[in-house]
């Protein structure tokens, strides 16, 4: 078996191959076809994981396709792992209207743009009470205070769009908001949100055919190279723990199932719903993924393999159970991660005191 990973310079589709080659017992002996738009690109080169790679043009470029379509034809790809978000975003566009000669697992094209866009997520939620207070403003906005007004004298701001915590950080005074805007210069448009005290949390559910299929939940505590982020989150989390936890999932997939019906199309697709508590204990959602991300393995080493999953469907292999199952892992089981080091699994009452 043939499968093509696209965007290996970050750490999500190289946790998507190592959570088949080193976590999974179905497609550890399958061909990894590695690319990336960055000859910088750690994954490139990481030949004990990727059987091939190549260095592609970006996918808003003109030649993108003709590049891809010879790499899957060339190589007989069976699959294709689409992860970085922009590429998801295209390929979905693309398939609309046009044949690939391999199968790819992609989310609906309108539900990814939607998902991707912050503020127009907490706009479709808007209805569910399931977002916090927000408040969305272009960077030349000039009547601040109206936030502070609409949001109390602390909130989060970020970028509306993007991923690993862009332009995020807890503002306090309306000098901190200033400074910050102008510092963070790539940001045309931010969301300010209400700022909520408790956990951290990521629920990840697995759509196939109509029909949610799996489901698993952690929360992140700690972010690798946090001390480098004014908001200390960095989007590849260091330590977190493995949770069952079914009000979630409950949470989660309500939040999708409203989506899906809102835009008429059929659940598919694997997505990452984040949630972050009240001083309540409430979970609200701040952002849904169209795809994995980074701690994918972890998950994926405690038994919970949703890239072998899918795969599996992808496959049609006829031995998976399509019944709708919740993960559940050993109470008390977290992870730790740090950069170029495979992640450690353990009990939490184990750390050092």
């Not at 609906?108 to 907490?122: F, G, R």
């Not at 409430?282 to 072998?308: D, L, S």
Request: hydrophobic residues 40%.
């Amino acid at each position: 078996m043939k499968i093509l990973i696209t965007g290996v310079g970050g750490p999500t589709p190289r946790s998507f191959a190592l959570s088949l080659k080193k976590f999974g017992s179905k497609y550890q002996d399958a061909k990894l076809i590695a690319t990336d738009n960055n000859p910088l690109s750690i994954g490139l080169y990481q030949n004990d994981l990727f059987e091939k790679s190549y260095l592609v043009p970006g996918c808003n470029e003109i030649d993108y396709w003709d590049k891809m379509k010879a790499i899957i034809n060339e190589n007989e790809i069976d699959f294709a792992v689409v992860l970085p978000e922009l590429e998801v975003i295209e390929w979905s566009n693309y398939i609309q209207n046009n044949d690939l000669p391999c199968k790819v697992f992609s989310p609906n094209y309108e539900l990814a743009c939607s998902l991707v866009d912050k503020a127009k997520l907490t706009e479709l939620l808007l209805p569910l009470d399931l977002t916090p207070l927000s408040f969305e403003f272009e960077r030349n906005f000039d009547q601040l205070e109206d936030i502070f007004t609409k949001l109390g004298d602390e909130f989060w701001v970020r970028s509306s769009k993007g991923t690993s915590g862009l332009g995020s950080l807890k503002i306090t005074n309306l000098d901190s908001l200033k400074n910050w805007i102008q510092i963070n210069t790539e940001v045309t448009t931010f969301l300010a949100s209400k700022f909520l005290v408790g956990r951290n949390l990521a629920c990840k559910l697995l759509y196939w055919n109509r029909q949610l299929v799996r489901a698993a939940s952690g929360e992140r505590v700690n972010y690798i190279m946090s001390k480098i982020a004014p908001s200390g989150i960095t989007g590849n989390t260091s330590f977190g723990r493995l949770l069952n936890e079914e009000k979630l999932v409950k949470v989660a997939s309500e939040a999708m199932a409203f989506l899906f019906k809102q835009m008429n199309i059929e659940p598919h697709g694997f997505f990452t719903v984040d949630l972050k508590e009240d001083e309540n204990g409430i979970p609200f959602i701040t952002e849904i993924n169209v795809r994995h991300v980074a701690f994918t393995q972890c998950f994926a080493a405690a038994g919970a393999n949703f890239p072998e999953d899918t795969i599996r469907l992808l496959n049609n292999d006829i031995t998976f159970d399509k019944s709708y199952k919740m993960y559940e892992f050993e109470k008390d089981l977290i992870f730790l991660r740090d950069v170029d080091a495979m992640p450690i699994l353990m009990k939490e009452h184990e750390l050092l005191k």
